[in-house]
Structure formats: structure tokens, C-alpha cells
């Protein structure tokens, strides 16, 4: 590092000190990996990112290269379909650091009465845009690319979503989803839970980060339909696609057949050696359960796929 | 305008403030920026290069009986990248009890009683702890755990004769600190412990962890790689352990015949199942031949979900 000019910084969090380039105005402390100002040494009231756009992706071409392997999916839809809606959004997600300790005391039939300190450890985030992106949101797995310090540029492109919340009161939902937590291991600690005391709490704020996402829609033989796409890493989060008749008749009829071939397979046994109530009994509970799938699949016109849910 | 260079060959740097290394774009070389920051805790497994993760992809192509049919089969995209997480052994005093059920016979008359049992002991374990806000996908984070269990040779980054040249993986940036993490680590520790206790009866009576011994967490970067290929038009996806190679998961096109043999595998299961219930139950009673019901009824259930997925998933 010898070409490099250098000071040094001294973290407004933890006070370590450590070397920075001149040039650099934002560092992150490797000692607690506080994001500050360098010049002013001091933490920005709200730490507010965004994660990049991918460049070279085309969300519907991914999108109908997911749905084409589909079951039952038209096979002329990747050609037929025409574009409803193309929209980028900018969703925030707050991001929160919670530590809790809690003094529960209770009684146990083994030891008696007794104390024990509990605690509940953990970053929570809280999807904050007040739309119905937010509960999709809430179960998907943010991928790996690294997020930016933010950039208002980004806002010229796509739909830039505010905060529905402010930082207070998506700390407040954080504490309450944490005590209910502490609550809940305390309950399950003791055979009698007599009390929980909360003795340390502790929720920071690690941020605001804003998060691309493509909202699409596609029209098909007069209907339409709409997807998710993930604008950072291209994963299909959501999607709607219609199913051929044919498709979904046969699935019909597999459910039928293997309703059918459960009673037949009881009435063959029955007949051979007995024990009919009992054989019927089988027959029925596994051939239901190997229709159902099947059964509910081809009730719908529309199905729904998600890319990521594939990993689970 | 001033920029940091590299510790190994001098070229210019191009420095994210988000990320703690920052590999060179010449010579490969993983710098720790900031400064003065302890490397002494930080280790890195090494990685086999593009080439070789894209040829091991074809190999597993090759080998595999239904892949190696399908011709078009393309390689659309490889990336990798180094995922940081913390890595840590915890000590703990356990004191438990719970209770169970008993099922015996006395007098022939069958009884149930509640018993109460307990245990009292040290409990250690090597844990880890992803070092981003969000967890990883699936394969990614079985990836870090087998490190846990797995012995490889990692390379301090302080090492400058290594080959580095040929890797150049991206670090992702640590979002979590040495501090956070152990406090989240020894959290997630006593809560599986918990969770085990729970799960051998059928309620706690006391459970109780404290911590005896931590010992210093080490932040390890495992290196993924994941490849998006296209099969008949659509898109499919296979990860790979950068280290050993492993395919940690592989998503595969399902071909309609596969489809028939699995929706006549449930049939057939279908029309066996009354009779095999109805064996059972004589055989071995009819508690026992409830169980194996439940386990049809859910391979019936399984076969035809699979039959109808969009694609076939193989993990490692």
C-alpha cells in the first residue's frame, strides 16, 4: 500500500482506528462495520442503499424461459404473448439489528422453582412500501449481489416506492415480533411460567435499502397475467400461466383413475382374502391423497410458479 | 486523485467501501482494505477456476442418464463468488427435563403413564453463521454448513505465493461483525438446543443453557459457483462447491415420459395400498398399520407433485 496516501479515521462507533486512503469520503469500520462519513467522522442518521440493476437482463425473456417448462403450459405461449406491463420498482426494506434479554422465572416439577435468562438474537428485516409487494417480499430470500451506498439517480428509472413507515415504527413491529419471541422460549422453558422481566434491549437501525423488482404483465389468448421478477439477479418470484385444457383434463382423469384403482385394488383384496372395511379404508385415504394434487391443479385455469421456491 | 494499490503487484485498486478485500483486477491477489484489520481470523478456501467448474458441469452433463440425452442442452451464465460466514465452536451447560409417555402392560391391560426424565450435561458444537442480512438460497447455505464438518485447506489471505491469479472471485461484502455474530451465533446455539429437548417428549418440563466456553469465530469465505443453462428453450440451474466440486443442486428439465412414469407410479401405489393397509393391520395391529398408511398416503401425495413440477431437483 505503499503508493497510496493514507490518514487515520477513528470509528464513531466503536473508536477503533484504522488507516483509510485520503480519497475515500465513506468507509466501513472492520471492527464493528459501522458505515460513516470519513471526513466528518460521523454515522449517518439512516443508512440508505440500493442494490444495482442487472444490465443485461431482459425480465420477460427470463420469465417466459421459466414458464415455458411448466406442466400444461401452452406450447405456442412463448411466441403468442403479447406484453401488458413492464414496470420497475424500487421497493424499500428496512433492516434492523435486535438483541433482547429477559429474566423468566417459573416452576419445574424436577427442580423446583427456578430462574433462567433468555434471549433472543437476530437482524430482522421489514419490508416498508405499503403495497402488496411487501408480503412477497417477506419470504424471499435477498440474493448476493452487494448492495450500493444509494444513489438518487436510480430514481429517475422505474416507480421509486417511500417508506409507508418510518424507522420508529418499523422498530416498534421489530421489538414486538422479538419479545413475542422471548415470550414464546420462556413459556416453553418452564412447566408453569410465572414471569418474564425484559432486562436489556437493545434494536438499532442498520438501514434503509431499496430493492429492484419487476412487476409484469403478459396477455394471452384475451387474458392476462402477471409475474415477479427479481431486478437484481433475474429469479422469477412469482409468476401466473395459463394451462391447456388438455393438460388439465388429463390431470382430471389422473385423479379419477387413482381414486378408482385405490377401491378396485380393496375390492380384489376383499374378495380374495377379506378384510374388506379395512382394504377400502387404505384404498380410499391414499388414492385421495395421490389425487389431491392433481384434483386442485386442474380446477384452476390459471397456475403459479415460483423459481426460488424450487430450492426449498 | 489518490487510490490504494495492490499489496502484491503495485497495480491500481478499485476499492467498494462496502467490502473488506478487494481482489485486484491483474493479478487476482485479495487485498484487506481498511487498514489494519486482523487477517490473523480470516481464511479463505480456494477455489477451482471457471474452466475447470464448466467442465466439471459437462462431465456431470455427460454422466447423468437423462441430461446426456437432451442435445440443445447451452450454458448461458457462470458466476461465483466468495460467501462470507462466521465459523465458531460453543460450549454449553444443559440442564433439561421433560416428560414422555409410557405405554406398558400390567395385568394384560394396556396402561399409559407420564414420565418425567432428565439430563444435566456439557454440550459442544461447531456452528456457523452466514455473515449477510439475508440468508443465502438453499444450496448456498449447505454449502457453508458442510463446513462445519468438512476438512479443507483453507489459505490465509495474507499469502502472496499463491495462485491467485486464476481465481479473481468476487468477495461479498460482511454485513455482520465479530461481535453481532457471536452474540446471533450463541443465540441460535440454545435455541436448537431447546428444540431438541422438545422434541424428545412431548413437553418441557425446564430447560436451561449457559454458555461456558466460545471459542474466537473465524470468518470463512466459501467460494459457489452457480450455472444457469437452457435445455429445449428453458432455463434450468445447477450450484457448485468451488473447493471439492460437489453439485450442491441441479435443477433438470422433466421429459413427458418421466411424467407418465410417475403419474403410473401413483396409480399404482394407488390400487396396493387398500391391501397392503389391510395386511398390515392383521399382521401387526392396527396402531402400526396407521403409521404405515400415513407414510402412502404421503408418498401418493409426493409422486404426483413431482410428476407435475416444473423441473426436477437433485441435491447433494
Known sequence: MSMAKEHTVRCPHCGAEFQVPLSASRVTCPYCFTVFDAREL????????????????????????????????PIDLPKSFTVDKRELYWVPVYFFFADVTAEARGHSNMYGEQTSEIRETRLVSIPASGTWLDEILNKYPFP??????????????????????????????????????????????????????????????????????????????????????????????????????????????????????????????????????LAL??????????????????????ARASEYMEFR | MESLSCKRCGAPLSVD?????????????????????????????PSKT?????????????????????????VLEISGAYFPAWYTTIRANVRASWYTTVIEER???????????????????????????????????NALASYTVKKAESISPTREDFDWEKIKLEFLGVEIGRQEALRILTDKFIDSLREEYKSRGEQLDFFSASIVKVEEPVLLYVPVWTISYTAHDSVYLAVFDGYDL?????????????????????????SLSGPIFAATASLTGFETSLLFLGLLATAGYTITKSAMASARVENA
Not at chain 1, 380410499?284 to 380446477?299: E, F, H, I, N, Q
Not at chain 2, 421429459?255 to 399404482?268: K, V
Open chain 2, 17 to 45: 467501501p462496502e467490502s473488506l478485500i478487494a481482489v485486484c483486477d491483474y493479478c487476482g491477489y485479495p487485498n484487506i482494505i481498511g487498514g489494519d484489520f486482523s487477517s490473523e481470523h480470516v481464511s479463505i478456501i
Open chain 1, 42 to 73: 460521523t454515522v449517518k442518521e439512516e443508512n440508505h442503499y440500493y442494490f444495482p440493476l442487472s444490465k443485461t437482463l431482459d425480465p420477460f425473456e427470463k420469465l417466459v424461459k421459466f414458464i415455458s417448462r411448466q406442466y400444461a403450459v
Open chain 2, 107 to 141: 395385568n394384560n391391560r394396556v396402561i399409559t403413564r407420564r414420565v418425567l426424565q432428565h439430563e444435566e450435561r456439557t454440550i459442544s458444537r461447531k456452528i456457523f453463521l452466514p455473515a449477510r442480512r439475508r440468508i443465502p438460497s438453499e444450496p448456498v447455505l
Open chain 1, 144 to 277: 448476493v449481489r452487494g448492495k450500493l451506498p444509494f444513489n438518487p439517480e436510480i430514481t429517475s428509472r422505474g416507480l421509486y416506492l417511500n417508506p409507508a413507515l418510518d424507522g420508529n415504527a418499523a422498530q416498534k413491529k421489530v421489538e414486538q415480533l422479538v419479545t413475542s419471541k422471548v415470550r414464546l422460549e420462556a413459556s416453553e422453558s418452564f412447566n408453569t411460567l410465572y414471569s418474564v422481566k425484559i432486562i436489556e434491549k437493545k434494536i438499532e437501525n442498520r438501514g434503509l435499502i431499496h430493492y429492484p423488482i419487476w412487476v409484469l404483465g403478459y396477455n394471452y389468448n384475451g387474458r392476462s397475467y402477471q409475474a415477479i421478477v427479481d431486478g437484481a439477479s433475474g429469479i422469477v418470484i412469482h409468476s401466473e400461466y395459463p394451462q391447456t385444457v388438455r393438460g388439465r383434463i388429463s390431470l382430471a382423469v389422473y385423479a379419477l383413475l387413482s381414486v378408482v384403482m385405490g377401491v378396485a385394488g380393496a375390492l380384489l383384496y376383499s374378495y380374495l382374502v377379506g378384510e374388506g372395511f
Open chain 2, 50 to 74: 471457471r474452466e475447470v467448474v464448466e467442465n466439471k458441469f459437462i462431465e456431470v452433463v455427460k454422466k447423468d442418464p437423462q441430461l446426456s440425452k437432451i442435445e440443445d442442452i447451452e
Open chain 2, 246 to 270: 460437489t453439485c450442491l443442486y441441479r435443477s433438470e428439465p422433466l421429459t413427458s415420459l418421466e411424467r407418465i412414469a410417475g403419474f403410473s407410479l401413483g396409480l399404482a401405489l394407488s
Open chain 1, 281 to 302: 379404508l387404505g384404498g380410499l385415504v391414499v388414492g385421495g391423497a395421490t389425487a389431491l394434487p392433481a384434483l386442485t391443479r386442474s380446477a384452476t385455469r390459471v
